[in-house]
C-alpha cells in the first residue's frame, strides 16, 4: 500500500459485497451503508476488513473484531496475522468518517455522539457471527477503547453482552480521561460541553505535534507503513462538538460500566509528551496518560487484567520489537487463561 491510497476507496454501491482491499492479497473489504450523516456530511458508511489468507491454521477460536482509534484505521497486518495463527478468523472496522470510510466532503472522525457507531458496530458483529458461526473478541485501540465498552455496555443492558456473542475485550492504550492539567477535565469540560453543542465544528486551538507520528512511520523515525492521507504525522485536528462526545463518554465510563466480560488492558510502563521527536517516545506512550488508564480500568464493571509493557508506544502493537513480543506474549497468555475461564464458567458445576 502507498500513500497515494485515495480515500474512500470502497463505494458505497458495493455493499453486502466483499471486494479486494488496499492492504493486497489477503484481505478483503466490505462497505457498510449506514444512511444519512446525523451530523449532516452527507450519506455515512462504514467498512469492514477481514484478513483471508491461509496462515496454516485452522480457524478453531472465536473471531476477532478490532477497532481503531482517533486519526487512525486499520493497517496493523502483522496484529490480523498473529491471531490467524492462533486459530482465529480476523475482521477489522473502519468506523465512518475514518480511514476506508471517509467519502469526499466529510470532516475526519466527525461525530456529536459516539452512540452513532453503534450502528457500525451492530451491523459488523452481525456479518462476523454469520459468516464465523461462533463467537467474537473484540479488540480496540485508543480512542476505540473508549467507544467499544460503552457499547458493550449498552448491548449488555439491552440483551446481555455474552447472549450477543461476545467473549472478551482486550483493550490497547484505552481512552479512558482527557490528558493535560487538571483545570482541563474540572472548568474547562463545561466550556468544551458548550463550545461542542453550539459552535461543533470550531477546532481546538492546540498546536499540532507530529512526535508520535514521526516515531511511527518508516518515511521518520519508524518502520511502519500507512496512508498518511488517513493518518497523518500531525494528526486531524480536534474539534470541539467531536471532544464534547468524547468527554460525555468519559463521564458515563466513570460513573461505572458493564461490559459483561473480561477485560485485558494493555498499555505503555509510562508517559513521556513531546512536541518533537525524540528518542524517549519510542519507548512510551507519547498521546495518553497512562496513569489515567489505571485509574479508570476498574469501571469496566468485570474481571480486568492491566499489564504495563516496558518500552511499548501508545499503540501497544506497533512498538519496537522487544515490547511487541512481549506485548503478544501477554495476550496470548491471556487468551489461553480465558479460554480455561470460558470453560469453566459454562460447566454444569459452574452453575451448581
Known amino acids: 500500500m502507498t500513500n497515494e491510497t485515495p480515500r474512500g476507496v470502497s463505494d458505497i454501491t458495493a455493499g453486502e459485497q466483499w471486494q479486494p482491499d488496499v492492504l493486497g492479497v489477503g484481505y478483503e473489504q466490505r462497505t457498510l451503508p449506514l444512511g444519512p450523516d446525523p451530523d449532516g456530511e452527507g450519506d455515512a458508511v462504514a467498512t469492514l476488513v477481514r484478513h483471508t489468507a491461509d496462515s496454516g491454521a485452522a480457524?478453531?477460536?472465536?473471531?476477532?473484531?478490532?477497532v481503531h482509534g482517533f486519526t487512525d484505521y486499520f493497517f496493523q497486518q502483522h496484529l490480523a496475522e498473529h491471531f490467524a495463527d492462533r486459530g482465529h478468523r480476523f475482521y477489522a472496522l473502519d468506523l465512518r468518517k475514518c480511514g476506508r470510510s471517509l467519502r469526499a466532503g466529510q470532516t475526519p472522525h466527525f461525530v456529536t455522539d459516539l452512540a452513532l457507531y453503534d450502528d457500525e458496530l451492530n451491523e459488523s458483529l452481525r456479518i462476523v457471527r454469520e459468516e464465523t458461526g461462533g463467537e467474537v473478541l473484540l479488540v480496540a485501540h485508543s480512542t476505540g477503547g473508549l467507544i467499544v465498552p460503552l457499547w458493550l455496555d449498552r448491548r449488555n443492558r439491552a440483551t446481555g453482552t455474552v447472549a450477543a456473542g461476545i467473549n472478551g475485550l482486550v483493550l490497547n492504550s484505552p481512552w479512558f480521561d482527557l490528558q493535560g492539567p487538571s483545570y482541563y477535565r474540572t472548568v474547562g469540560t463545561p466550556v468544551i460541553n458548550a463550545l461542542g453543542r453550539f459552535r461543533s465544528m470550531i477546532e481546538l486551538p492546540a498546536p499540532a505535534s507530529s512526535s508520535y507520528g514521526d516515531s511511527l512511520h518508516h518515511s521518520v523515525a519508524g518502520e511502519w507503513d500507512y496512508n498518511l492521507d488517513w493518518k497523518p504525522l500531525s494528526g486531524f485536528p480536534i474539534r470541539f462538538g467531536w471532544l464534547r462526545a468524547i468527554r460525555n463518554g468519559h463521564a458515563r465510563l466513570h460513573e461505572g460500566l458493564d461490559v459483561g466480560v473480561p477485560a485485558l488492558i494493555l498499555r505503555s510502563k509510562i508517559t513521556r509528551f513531546a512536541r518533537e521527536?525524540?528518542?524517549?517516545?519510542?519507548?512510551?506512550?507519547?498521546?495518553l496518560d497512562v496513569k489515567q488508564i489505571q485509574r479508570w480500568s476498574g469501571c469496566l464493571g468485570e474481571r480486568t487484567n492491566i499489564v504495563p509493557i516496558d518500552g511499548a508506544r501508545h499503540d501497544v502493537f506497533l512498538s519496537s520489537a522487544q515490547p511487541l513480543a512481549r506485548a503478544f506474549d501477554e495476550l496470548d497468555s491471556w487468551l489461553d487463561w480465558l479460554a480455561v475461564y470460558l470453560r469453566k464458567s459454562a460447566s454444569p458445576e459452574a452453575g451448581a
Open 59 to 66: 480457524a478453531t477460536e472465536p473471531a476477532v473484531l478490532y
Open 277 to 287: 521527536y525524540g528518542p524517549a517516545v519510542d519507548v512510551a506512550d507519547a498521546v
